[in-house]
C-alpha cells in the first residue's frame, strides 16, 4: 500500500472497531467480539471496504501485539511463582493437550479421507487454545489470579512449550519428510536449546544493565526502547530455531519479574501493546473465508461445535481430577474451549509440507477464526454455568503482586524511608516509588519494597493498583511533579486518600488547594519541635512549651502567617521558613526529616 491507502485504512479500521467495540462493550461481551467484528466487516471475504489483499502482513505485524502480551505476562511470573505451578503446568497442561488432541484426531481419522498424520497434526493444532483470547479475557475481567485463571494459563503456557516439538514432528510426519530421512533432529534440538539459553542471559544480566544505564541516564523514553528491541529480538531468534515467539517474550519478561525495573517496563510497552492486540483480533475477523462457511455449511458449524464440547467436557474433568473446584473447573474449561493462533502457524507449516490439501487448510482455518469468535459467548456461557455451584462471587485480585488494599509511596527521599520504615513496623502493604537507581538499591538493603518508576505516568499509576490502594503518600522533592500528580489522582481515583509532605506553608496551601487530603509542611514542624528542644534544655517548663507550640499551629499557623511581610513573601526569620506568595514558584527541594 501507498501512503494515502495507508492512512485511509488505517482511519476506517479504526473507526470501524470503535463502532463494533462500543456495541459489544454496551451488550456486555467484552470488546475482543467487537474487534472480531470489525474485521468481518473489513476482510477480504464480506463486502470488505480496506486491506481486502493485505490480511496475512496485517496478521504477521498484529502478532507482535501477541509477542508483546506475553512478555508483560511474564514480568509477572517470577521462577518461584512459575516453580508453584508446576503440578498444573506439566500435569494439567500435558493432560488436556494429549487426551484433547487424540480425541479430535481420531474423530477426523474416522470420519474423512484424512490421512492418519494429518489427522494427528491436527488433532494437537486444534488442541490448542488461543494465548491472546483468554490472557485478554481475563485482563479484561480482573481474573488472572483467580483460580480457574491460573488453570488456564499453566495449560497455555504448556501449549507454548508444547510448539517445539509438534513444529518438529510436522516434517517427519509429511510427505516432504519421506524423501529426507536423515533429518538432523539433534541440530534442531539444540539451537533451541540455545536459544532459549540466550534469551534467559539476556533477560537476567544484560538486559537489567541496559535498564540501570537509562535510569542513570534519566531517560525512560530511552528504557521503553531498549526493552522493545530486547523483546522483539526474543522472539526472533525463538522464531528462527522453531520455538514460538510468544514464548520467547514470555522468558525474557519471566527474567526481568523480580527486577526493580519491572513496573516501568510494563508501562512503556502497555500502549503499543494494545494498539497491536486490537489489529491482531481485527485480523484474525478478516481472515474468516465466508465462502468456505457457505460451501460447507452446517458441517462446518457441527466440527466447530464438537471441538468445542470435546475440549470443554476433557478440560472440566482433567481439572476436576486435579483438585479444582467445579465451578473454577467450568469457568477454566470454556475459556479454553476456542483454538489458538498458533494453529495458523502449525497447519500454515503443515500445508506446505503436503500434510494438508488446499482445501482441507481452508477448513480448519475457518474453523479457527469461528472458535475465537465465539470465545466471548463461551465464557459468559461458562460463568453462568458456573454461578450455580458459588453460593457467592469469589473475590478476585489481579496478577501484579495481587496488591489490594495497601499505601502507595511516591518518592524515596528521606520522608518515604521514614514511611516505608512506618509502614513496614505496621505490616500495612505498600509499594513506593522512585527514579533513583542507587536510592532503590539502597531500600534493597534494607528490605523495602521499592520499584523503579514514574508514579506522574497515568499507565504506571494502573500498573501500580492505585484504583484499589488504601491510600498514597506522595514525597517527591519536585513539587511541580508532585503537584501534576496531585491533580491526576484526583481526576482518576477521586476516593484516594492523599498524604504528602511539602517544604513550606504556601506549597502546603497549594496542594491542599488541588485536592491534596492531608498535606504537612515538614520545616515548619521540624522547626517546633527544635523550639520546643531548645525551651526544655533552657528550664522551661514541658507544659508551657506545649502550650506555646499550640498556639502557632492555632488557625492554621496564623501566628508564623502574621510575621514580618515583605514583598508579597512572609519570612520567619527564627526559623527560616519561607512562605512565597506564589507557592509554585518556589523550586527548592523540601527539607526532610527522617532516617
Request: a negative charge; aromatic letters at 6%; glycine letters at 8%.
Given at each position: 500500500m501507498n501512503l494515502d491507502e495507508l492512512l485511509f485504512a488505517v482511519i476506517v479500521v479504526l473507526g470501524v472497531s470503535i463502532i463494533f467495540?462500543?456495541?459489544?462493550r454496551w451488550l456486555k461481551l467484552g470488546s475482543i467480539l467487537g474487534l472480531l467484528c470489525a474485521g468481518v466487516a473489513l476482510g477480504p471475504h464480506s463486502p470488505g471496504i480496506v486491506l481486502t489483499t493485505h490480511v496475512d502482513e496485517l496478521l504477521g505485524v498484529a502478532e507482535l501485539g501477541v509477542v508483546l502480551f506475553m512478555f508483560t505476562i511474564g514480568l509477572e511470573m517470577q521462577?518461584?511463582?512459575?516453580?508453584?505451578?508446576?503440578?498444573?503446568?506439566?500435569?494439567?497442561?500435558?493432560?488436556?493437550?494429549?487426551?484433547?488432541?487424540a480425541i479430535i484426531a481420531a474423530a477426523l481419522f474416522a470420519v474423512t479421507a484424512i490421512s492418519m498424520n494429518a489427522a494427528i497434526i491436527v488433532g494437537i493444532g486444534l488442541?490448542?487454545?488461543?494465548?491472546?483470547?483468554?490472557?485478554?479475557?481475563?485482563?479484561?475481567?480482573?481474573?488472572?489470579?483467580?483460580?480457574?485463571?491460573?488453570?488456564?494459563?499453566?495449560?497455555?503456557?504448556?501449549?507454548?512449550?508444547?510448539?517445539?516439538?509438534l513444529l518438529i514432528a510436522i516434517p517427519l510426519l509429511s510427505a516432504v519428510?519421506?524423501?529426507?530421512?536423515?533429518?538432523?533432529?539433534?541440530?534442531?534440538?539444540?539451537?533451541?536449546?540455545?536459544?532459549?539459553?540466550?534469551?534467559?542471559?539476556?533477560?537476567?544480566?544484560?538486559?537489567?544493565?541496559?535498564?540501570?544505564?537509562?535510569?542513570?541516564?534519566?531517560?525512560?523514553?530511552a528504557l521503553g526502547v531498549i526493552v522493545l528491541v530486547a523483546v522483539l529480538a526474543a522472539a526472533l531468534i525463538m522464531e528462527k530455531t522453531g520455538l514460538s515467539m510468544a514464548m520467547g517474550a514470555?522468558?525474557?519478561?519471566?527474567?526481568?519479574?523480580?527486577?526493580?525495573?519491572?513496573?516501568?517496563?510494563?508501562v512503556s510497552v502497555s500502549p503499543l501493546k494494545r494498539v497491536l492486540m486490537g489489529l491482531f483480533f481485527v485480523a484474525v475477523g478478516m481472515s474468516i473465508n465466508f465462502a468456505v462457511l457457505v460451501e460447507l455449511g452446517p458441517i462446518l458449524l457441527a466440527i466447530v461445535a464438537f471441538i468445542v464440547v470435546i475440549k470443554v467436557v476433557v478440560m472440566a474433568l482433567l481439572a476436576l481430577i486435579f483438585g479444582i473446584a467445579r465451578a473454577d473447573s467450568l469457568r477454566a474449561a470454556f475459556l479454553l474451549a476456542q483454538c489458538g493462533e498458533f494453529g495458523f502457524v502449525v497447519f500454515a507449516v503443515a500445508h506446505t509440507d503436503g500434510l494438508l490439501t488446499d482445501h482441507d487448510f481452508a477448513i480448519v482455518l475457518v474453523v479457527i477464526s469461528l472458535s475465537m469468535a465465539l470465545t466471548p459467548l463461551l465464557v459468559k456461557l461458562g460463568h453462568g454455568l458456573a454461578g450455580r455451584f458459588t453460593a457467592k462471587p469469589v473475590r478476585l485480585k489481579e496478577l501484579?503482586?495481587?496488591?489490594?488494599?495497601?499505601?502507595?509511596?511516591?518518592?524515596?527521599?528521606?520522608?518515604?524511608?521514614?514511611?516505608?520504615?512506618?509502614?513496614?513496623?505496621?505490616?500495612?502493604?505498600?509499594?513506593?516509588?522512585?527514579?533513583?537507581?542507587?536510592?532503590?538499591?539502597?531500600?534493597?538493603?534494607?528490605?523495602?519494597?521499592?520499584?523503579?518508576?514514574?508514579?506522574?505516568?497515568?499507565?504506571?499509576?494502573?500498573?501500580?493498583?492505585?484504583?484499589?490502594?488504601?491510600?498514597?503518600?506522595?514525597?517527591?522533592?519536585?513539587?511541580?511533579?508532585?503537584?501534576?500528580?496531585?491533580?491526576?489522582?484526583?481526576?482518576?481515583?477521586?476516593?484516594?486518600?492523599?498524604?504528602?509532605?511539602?517544604?513550606?506553608?504556601?506549597?502546603r496551601d497549594a496542594m491542599r488547594a488541588r485536592g491534596a487530603t492531608k498535606a504537612f509542611c515538614n520545616m515548619v514542624e521540624g522547626n517546633l519541635f527544635l523550639g520546643g528542644s531548645v525551651l526544655s534544655t533552657a528550664g522551661v517548663v514541658q507544659e508551657d512549651i506545649e502550650q506555646l507550640i499550640e498556639d502557632f499551629?492555632?488557625?492554621?499557623?496564623?501566628?508564623?502567617?502574621?510575621?514580618?511581610?515583605?514583598?508579597?513573601?512572609?519570612?520567619?526569620?527564627?526559623?527560616?521558613?519561607?512562605v512565597n506568595a506564589d507557592p509554585m514558584q518556589d523550586q527548592a527541594g523540601p527539607v526532610q526529616s527522617g532516617p
Open positions: 467495540v462500543s456495541i459489544s521462577p518461584s511463582k512459575l516453580w508453584s505451578m508446576r503440578r498444573l503446568l506439566l500435569g494439567l497442561g500435558s493432560l488436556q493437550i494429549l487426551v484433547t488432541g488442541a490448542l487454545s488461543s494465548t491472546a483470547i483468554v490472557m485478554q479475557t481475563l485482563e479484561e475481567k480482573g481474573e488472572v489470579a483467580s483460580e480457574h485463571g491460573k488453570a488456564a494459563f499453566a495449560v497455555l503456557l504448556m501449549q507454548d512449550l508444547a510448539a517445539v516439538p519428510a519421506a524423501a529426507k530421512p536423515d533429518l538432523p533432529l539433534w541440530e534442531l534440538v539444540a539451537a533451541a536449546a540455545g536459544a532459549l539459553a540466550a534469551v534467559i542471559v539476556v533477560g537476567r544480566y544484560l538486559l537489567p544493565m541496559a535498564l540501570a544505564w537509562s535510569a542513570r541516564a534519566g531517560s525512560t523514553a514470555f522468558v525474557l519478561g519471566m527474567m526481568l519479574a523480580a527486577s526493580d525495573f519491572r513496573h516501568q517496563v510494563e501484579s503482586e495481587e496488591m489490594e488494599n495497601h499505601v502507595v509511596v511516591a518518592g524515596y527521599g528521606r520522608t518515604g524511608r521514614l514511611m516505608c520504615r512506618m509502614l513496614e513496623s505496621t505490616d500495612t502493604p505498600y509499594i513506593a516509588f522512585d527514579l533513583d537507581p542507587k536510592g532503590i538499591a539502597a531500600a534493597k538493603t534494607r528490605g523495602h519494597n521499592v520499584h523503579y518508576g514514574d508514579v506522574t505516568d497515568p499507565e504506571m499509576q494502573g500498573a501500580a493498583a492505585f484504583a484499589r490502594a488504601r491510600a498514597v503518600v506522595v514525597t517527591l522533592e519536585d513539587m511541580q511533579a508532585a503537584a501534576r500528580l496531585v491533580e491526576e489522582l484526583v481526576n482518576f481515583y477521586p476516593h484516594l486518600p492523599i498524604h504528602m509532605a511539602t517544604p513550606d506553608l504556601a506549597t499551629r492555632r488557625d492554621d499557623y496564623a501566628l508564623l502567617r502574621g510575621m514580618s511581610v515583605e514583598n508579597g513573601a512572609a519570612v520567619n526569620r527564627s526559623s527560616g521558613d519561607l
